[in-house]
């Protein structure tokens, strides 16, 4: 559920048009390779297999890049998205022609591997703030082109998506403040032309912005780059007041010490500007 207005789901015309974009970007004309070797009409079995533990995400996306170039393959998936793969492990076997699935398989790996990172890396900062009620966001740090991907994948992983683009939720940073002359004009000036249920989110990187934003009645008060210490003070000014978000040098190891201080939101843009792809392989059934 995204903390915005609008309720995230994958578009899957827009998926059949990434995965259509990829296939031209990498076969062109022709996959030289494959088409000069192997016979047009040759079968094979095939399967992909984890090379390291992690979260799988991206099924969908890598069927749909073989069944483009074959719509008769037969696609058998061993594990779902969102479930804990281990080294060594099959996560989905196929079967049906075998230059449609050398042909395809840079392409679905490419989506397989970057979803599944990102659900990776996204189910290890949920699990380490696992004791508290603060969520994980990511951010729009996503690859051009890629952010439904980018985002189903932080779902998968167990976190929340914060606001989708630019138009599902209003967030005023240090330029918007500036130019409206503070955060409490700022927050006047952008209700007025608000529609009902959006809502507003405000940047502080100090305890008196923190309590302008408390002021200009916002609904969401992110605390950016600040210490542990400051958090806290925020936390406690705040007091339930608005909901709190925590922002900025936000690693791993400090996730848990800065759930513990009671922010309702940690947002993470490493989730998806920083991916780490996770390492799996295609593997002809001999």
């Known amino acids: 559920m995204s903390m915005g207005i609008t309720e995230f789901k994958l578009d899957l015309s827009l998926i059949d048009e990434m995965v259509l974009r990829a296939i031209n970007e990498d076969v062109g004309s022709g996959d030289l390779s494959t088409d000069l070797l192997i016979p047009k009409e040759s079968t094979v079995r095939a399967k992909i297999v984890a090379k390291d533990y992690g979260v799988v995400a991206g099924l969908l996306v ?3 890049v073989f069944k483009q170039l074959d719509p008769e393959l037969n696609w058998k998936p061993r594990r779902k998205d969102g479930a804990q793969i281990k080294r060594g492990e099959i996560i989905v076997e196929f079967e049906g022609s075998y230059r ?3 042909t395809g398989e840079r392409s679905a790996l490419n989506f397989l591997q970057r979803m599944s990172g990102i659900a990776t890396r996204t189910s290890k900062f949920v699990n380490a703030v696992k004791d508290y009620k603060t969520e994980i966001l990511d951010t729009r740090k996503t690859l051009p082109g890629f952010r439904m991907l980018d985002k189903y994948s932080v779902q998968v992983g167990g976190g929340t998506n914060h606001r989708i683009g630019l138009y599902d939720m209003v967030m005023l940073k240090e330029n918007h403040i500036r130019v ?4 409490i004009p700022a927050v006047q000036q952008v209700r007025k032309g608000l529609a009902e249920g ?3 989110e405000v940047e502080t990187t100090t305890l008196d912005e923190v309590k302008q934003a408390l002021d200009a009645l916002a609904d969401i008060i992110m605390l950016d780059n600040m210490s542990n210490e400051e958090m806290l003070e925020a936390v406690k000014l705040i007091a339930g007041k ?5 922002s900025g040098s936000v690693t791993l190891a400090r996730a848990k010490t800065i759930a513990a201080l009671g922010v309702d939101y940690i947002s993470v843009g490493a989730l998806t500007h920083s991916v780490e792809a996770l390492d799996l392989s295609q593997q002809i059934i001999v």
């Open 62 to 64: 890598a069927e749909k």
């Open 100 to 102: 449609a699935i050398l």
């Open 180 to 183: 409206a002359g503070g955060i």
């Open 198 to 200: 959006i809502k507003v």
């Open 242 to 246: 608005a909901k709190v978000e925590a």
